[in-house]
């Protein structure tokens, strides 16, 4: 994604020609995301004839795991989700090997740092003694934050929609696009400036044909503002 910070650090602003929702609205903010793989090594035993032998990696992960989820701050906006556990190699076995992939969205990046370190702290703990865990960062997108600038840049687009016959509608998303990558440099980012559609990502994607010509006129009118 270099190429885009790239790009962006020579703009003023960036319009992401993503779908709109299908209702039509616009993204003027996506959430940040950070992915986080977590393994906890332990040591196999017999979980009849001498557990006591055994260190779970898979009892380490689940308490990391919970306690991870609690990371989350509603308020703020922010989540952590343990999406992914893979651990152990049969029920009558202590598992000796545990991994979890958690994804951690926030709004603002200062608030994504804070995650990550509550993460890291967590990881540096003690959950079932005996067992070690180590994380390693998967991915890190930032966050696209409606900013001052950004808040500008949507009243131009909403003066150039409503010269093209209709009125603007916004979102906040909660996923992440190129655009995150773009926010990053400083500039005011606005996302799902193409046609309205729905169905994303399956075989019922839709595209609605009759925001089409609508949507061309409002890009037109706001490049004359620009």
Not at 31 to 55: C, D, I, L, M, W
Not at 103 to 116: I, K, P, S, V
């Amino acid at each position: 994604m270099h190429w885009l910070e790239d790009c962006a650090g020579k703009s003023k602003a960036a319009l992401v020609f993503e779908a709109a929702r299908a209702g039509g609205e616009l993204v003027r903010s996506r959430k940040g995301v950070a992915t986080y793989q977590v393994t906890f090594k332990g040591v196999s035993a017999h979980a009849g004839n001498n557990p006591e032998a055994g260190r779970n990696a898979n009892v380490a992960a689940m308490r990391f795991a919970l306690a991870a989820y609690e990371l989350a701050d509603a308020a703020r906006g922010t989540t952590v989700n343990p999406g992914l556990i893979q651990g152990g190699t049969g029920s009558n076995i202590i598992s000796d090997l545990c991994t979890v992939t958690c994804d951690l969205r926030y709004w603002n990046d200062q608030d994504g740092d804070a995650l990550e370190a509550g993460l890291k702290a967590l990881v540096e703990k003690t959950w079932v003694d005996g067992v070690t865990q180590s994380a390693e960062p998967i991915s890190h997108s930032p966050a696209m934050p409606y900013s001052p600038d950004t808040k500008a840049l949507v009243e131009k687009i909403d003066a150039a929609a409503l010269e093209a016959g209709f009125t603007a509608q916004w979102v906040d998303a909660g996923g992440g696009s190129d655009g995150n990558h773009m926010a990053v440099m400083g500039i005011p980012v606005v996302d799902g400036c193409g046609p309205a559609g729905g169905g994303f990502h399956c075989d019922k994607e839709f595209l609605r044909l009759d925001t089409i010509e609508e949507r061309i006129q409002m890009i037109v009118n706001l490049l004359k503002r620009l």
